[in-house]
C-alpha cells in the first residue's frame, strides 16, 4: 500500500510540473506582441556636460522613462568639457549635442550644417553687488566688466547694441575682464569687477547666495531690440545629414523631451532627485536653479520667433547682409 502511494504521488507531481510549464507557455505567448517578439528600440544618443543644465532634464526623463514611453531608447554620454561635446558629435561618436546658437551658425558658415532644436532660452544674467550704484547703461561707463564667454558672449553683444541705441559706447569706455564664470564670480565677490555678465545657473547662484542683484534683464534688452524675450539660444543639435535621415525619432525625442519640462515646471518634487546634479548644497541656490530653469523653457519654434533668432544671429555678426541658419536647420514639432 506504501509503495503504492509513493508511485501515485510520483505521478501527481509529475502532472503538476507539466500543467505548471504549460500555464507559464500560454501565459508567455498571451504577453507577446501579435507577429513574433517585439524589436528593439532606436537609440538616440547625446553628449552632455556631466553637471550641465541640459544633464538635469534629460536625467528626469531617462528616470521616469519617457524615452521608453515614446519609442526611443535615450543614451547619455557625460563629457567634461563643451569641447569634448562639440568634437563628440562633430565626429559622428554621438548622435547630437547641447550647443548655443552662435556654435552652430559658425558650423554652417563653415559648411556644416547642423539642425537646431531648441533647449533653453536663459540666455544669462548682467549682476551687481546688492549695494552698488549701477542703476542704469550710464552707470557702466569708467567700470570694471567681467564677461563670461569671450567677445563674443551674446550678453555682452546685447548690452552694447542697446547702449548704441541710447548713443551710449561701452567698448573703449569700459575696462572689460574676461575669463571662466566661476572666477568672475569669485572676482565680483571680492570686488575685482564691478558688473558681470555671466551665464544664467552661475548668475542664480550668486542671487540665491545673497548679496547680489540684476542690474539688466535680458529681456529687457531683448525687447529693447525689439526682439521676443522667449528665444531658446541653446538647444540640442544634431549633423543635417543624420536628421534627414532620422525624422521620426527626432520627433519623439521632441515629444519626450517636452513632457520632460512640463513634468519639471509642474511638480516640484521632481527636483529632489536631481538635486546631487546640480550641487546645490544650499536651499537659496537650489531653489534659484529650479525658478531659472523653468523659467527658461522656451514654446515650440513659430516663425516669427525663427525669423527673431535670425535677427539676433545678424546682430552678433555686427552686419545686417550676414546669412544667418536657414528656417528649414530650426526644428519644428509635426503635427
Known sequence: MGAL?????????????VFSCFSVTLTALADAPPGGPAEPLPVLSLSVLQFGTAHWELDHLQRQ??????????????????????????????????????????RYDSGAPFLYLPFSSAIGDIVVPENSPIQALPDLLGKRIGVAGGPDAKGWILLQKVAQQQGIELAGNVDVQYAAPPLLSQALRRGQV???????????????????RTAFSMDDLL???????DLPVLGYVFPESW??????????????????????????????ALRPLMRAEDDGVFQALREGFVAGIPEPLDPSRINDLQRLLRLSAGTQNHRPLPDSLFFRPTP
Not at 526611443?72 to 548622435?95: C, I, K
Not at 558688473?195 to 547680489?212: C, D, M, N, P, S
Not at 525687447?223 to 524675450?229: I, Q, Y
Open 65 to 106: 522613462q519617457l524615452d521608453l514611453a515614446h519609442g526611443f531608447t535615450l543614451e547619455v554620454r557625460e563629457v567634461a568639457n563643451l569641447a569634448a561635446s562639440h568634437l563628440a558629435v562633430s565626429s559622428g561618436d554621438v548622435n547630437g549635442a547641447v550647443a548655443d546658437l552662435l556654435w552652430v551658425q559658425s
Open 5 to 17: 502511494t509513493g508511485v501515485l504521488c510520483d505521478r501527481l507531481c509529475r502532472y503538476l510540473l
Open 243 to 272: 536628421a534627414d535621415r532620422n525624422p521620426t525619432l527626432l520627433s519623439r525625442f521632441d515629444r519626450a523631451l517636452r513632457q520632460a519640462k512640463a513634468e519639471l515646471a509642474a511638480n516640484p518634487a521632481h527636483w529632489a
Open 194 to 212: 564691478d558688473a558681470l555678465i555671466t551665464y544664467w545657473h552661475f548668475a542664480a547662484r550668486l542671487k540665491g547666495e545673497g548679496g547680489v
Open 223 to 229: 525687447s529693447a531690440l525689439e526682439l521676443n524675450p
